[in-house]
């Protein structure tokens, strides 16, 4: 079983969902797209720039606090 989040533009969950949509709403038909997982030994530079950006936002809510 495979999870990402589809809600945000930036997960890219559309790139890898077919052309198949439910007929009533039109939403990409997501719970049966095939993936292949690979093993990585390091992060990819989307989660290196996801964890600076996460931690600048931290640091911002930090500095409202104080």
């Known amino acids: 079983?495979?999870?990402t989040t589809?809600?945000?533009?930036?997960s890219g969950a559309n790139?890898?969902?077919t052309d198949n949509s439910d007929w009533a709403t039109n939403c990409p038909e997501y719970k049966v797209t095939a993936v292949q997982i690979?093993?990585?030994t390091?992060?990819?530079n989307w989660q290196?720039?996801?964890?600076s950006?996460?931690?600048t936002q931290i640091?911002?809510?930090n500095k409202a606090d104080a």
């Open 1 to 3: 079983m495979v999870y």
């Open 6 to 10: 589809f809600h945000h533009p930036e």
């Open 15 to 17: 790139v890898v969902t």
């Open 38 to 40: 690979t093993k990585v």
């Open 42 to 44: 390091e992060k990819s």
């Open 48 to 51: 290196h720039a996801h964890k």
């Open 53 to 55: 950006f996460t931690e």
């Open 59 to 61: 640091d911002f809510v």
